[in-house]
């Protein structure tokens, strides 16, 4: 789907938006997401990012390329002057590219006119970089790395960690805010979020404790110890706390209503 996407960038709304039904299907397929998680969670837990920004990324690349002569003789010919180069004012944009004018809505939105255009935007520190590397890696500035632990364990506990970390899981909690049940309540009576499930929720007892004793050397045992790993571990480590977690992720399943350990339920109060 990105294959010489700076060629075809100029598409339509309703283009732009096919497309990223498409990516973003294919995104919640990878993390085992449900349908009723948020575009924001699912870009978020994979480090992907959406298509309209990749494509504005390439043209960057190439541009840079063009301008600085990386690239083919004629593509470099195509670069318009810089506004410092046509006025003998002492303008503030004048380091800018003089951009192309534009009768229709189709030509502005080709590759140069849109693509100076998004140059221009851009600070000076990135559009400056001294080479192509730098250039690269200040556009993806912020950008988040996909954290590779959250896809070694084994699928289901991959994918139980994804719905969790993205606020789909069948905790009553998650199902309530997409309106599928009716309260956000355990059977225990609290509120049924991620911070019960993990550390309070007494029906969970035994495989808590298991829990406990195989990460006790990584104590005190957070929420967002478990979910994310920390980035003072190594991946090994964060791995460890997946894979030990697993266990108790079990419980999420559709059907833990008959598989949780109702037998090692105790009160809130002993526990
Ligand atoms: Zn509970």
């Known amino acids: 789907m990105e294959y010489a996407d700076v060629v075809w960038d100029n598409l339509t709304q309703s283009e732009e938006d096919d497309l990223e039904k498409i990516q973003l299907e294919a995104v919640r397929i990878i993390c085992g997401a449900t349908k009723l998680v948020s575009i924001t969670s699912l870009y978020s837990e994979t480090g992907l990012e959406p298509l309209s920004i990749s494509r504005r990324t390439h043209r960057l690349i190439l541009f840079y390329k063009m301008y600085h002569a990386l690239a083919l003789r004629y ?13 003998s004012y002492n303008l503030r944009n004048s380091s800018n590219l003089r951009n192309i004018s534009c009768r229709s809505q189709l030509l502005s939105q080709s590759f140069l006119p849109s693509t100076i255009n998004s140059l221009n935007s851009l ?8 080479s192509l590397n730098s250039f690269k890696s200040l556009l993806s500035r912020g950008r988040k790395d996909v954290t590779l632990f959250y896809y070694e364990a084994d699928r ?4 139980y960690y994804a719905r969790l970390r993205t606020h789909c899981s069948n905790l009553n909690e998650h199902l309530f805010t997409k309106n599928i049940v009716k309260s956000p309540l355990c059977t225990c009576g609290d509120i049924e979020d991620t911070y019960h499930f993990f550390l309070y929720c007494p029906l969970y007892m035994r495989s808590r404790f298991e829990l406990y004793n195989q990460v006790f050397a990584y104590r005190p045992l957070t929420v967002p110890l478990l979910l994310f790993g920390s980035s003072l571990l190594t991946d090994t480590s964060n791995l460890h706390i ?5 266990n108790m ?6 059907y833990r209503s008959m598989s949780v350990n109702k037998g090692f339920y105790i009160s809130k109060e002993r526990a």
């Open 75 to 87: 593509l470099s010919s195509l670069i318009p002057n810089q506004v410092g180069n046509i006025t």
């Open 123 to 130: 600070t000076d520190e990135v559009g400056s970089a001294p």
């Open 156 to 159: 289901q506990t991959c994918v």
């Open 242 to 246: 997946v894979n030990n977690a697993a």
């Open 249 to 254: 992720l079990g419980n999420l399943t559709p």
